[in-house]
């Protein structure tokens, strides 16, 4: 079992900047992939950018070049650094860890969301 604890969502103007982190906890050797997602209404959930441990990184189209994804194994945390926030970011946004088991099937874990509001 892996658990996953986000923070760092919030009110910013357009323009704006803000970073968010998610640390993991329970089964965290298992884990390879880490990632970002958001979900606005009536939307469906989407992927903002993944990490792999070897330090592999994938962005959607809409974030490349405004966001940023690391992270920090010793720490256990992944974080999104997003810069020049425009309204269309805003969302829920889910931190997501890959559990890879003994028979390579894959459990998807999630956050709990963090709301991101970009005000125009």
Not at 35 to 58: C, F, H, I, K, M
Request: aromatic fraction near 10%; charge should be positive.
């Amino acid at each position: 079992q892996v658990q996953l604890v986000e923070s760092g969502g919030g009110l910013v103007q357009a323009g704006g900047s803000l970073r968010l982190s998610c640390t993991a906890s329970g089964n965290i050797f298992s884990i390879n992939g880490m990632g970002w997602y958001r979900q606005a209404p009536r939307n469906q959930r989407e992927l903002v950018a993944t990490s792999t441990r070897d330090g592999s990184t994938n962005y959607a189209d809409s974030v490349k070049g405004r966001f940023t994804i690391f992270r920090d194994n010793a720490k256990l945390t992944v974080y999104l650094q997003m810069n020049s926030l425009k309204p269309e970011d805003t969302a829920v946004y889910y931190c997501n860890a890959d559990q890879v088991l003994s028979d390579n099937t894959v459990y998807r874990h999630w956050g709990q969301g963090t709301q991101v509001t970009v005000s125009s």
